[in-house]
Nanobody, 123 residues
């Protein structure tokens, strides 16, 4: 059974930083493309970042220069470093996975999903 477990969310002031982690089990991690999405109340789930199984990365325009995505195959974990946080970054953040995933930004491109972690940025 494939499991994705996010952690690291919380409450932070505007301008602060958080690092999210997503630990994967139940499937070989090194061949997974891993992505982060977020969903704010009343809005659709949107793409944030992706790191392919070959470690190529892409970020959404709204987070470029502030966020970074990385992976550590030794511990089956993908990370999302979030800096210079803004109130509009407030959302539930989800990690998602797809076997041999590329730079996909659509939710339907991903097979496996975590339960999400809340990030709240106060002004």
């Amino acid at each position: 059974q494939v499991q994705l477990v996010e952690s690291g969310g919380g409450l932070v002031q505007a301008g602060g930083s958080l690092r999210l982690s997503c630990a994967v089990s139940g499937t070989p991690f090194s061949t997974l493309g891993m992505a982060w999405f977020r969903q704010a109340p009343g809005k659709e789930r949107e793409f944030v970042a992706v790191v392919t199984w070959t470690s190529v990365t892409r970020l959404a325009d709204s987070v470029k220069g502030r966020y970074a995505v990385s992976r550590d195959n030794a511990v089956n974990t993908v990370y999302l470093q979030m800096n210079k946080l803004k109130p509009e970054d407030t959302a539930v953040y989800y990690c998602a996975a797809q076997n041999y995933g590329g730079l996909s930004r659509g939710t339907t491109d991903y097979t496996y999903w975590g339960q999400g972690t809340q990030v709240t940025v106060s002004s």
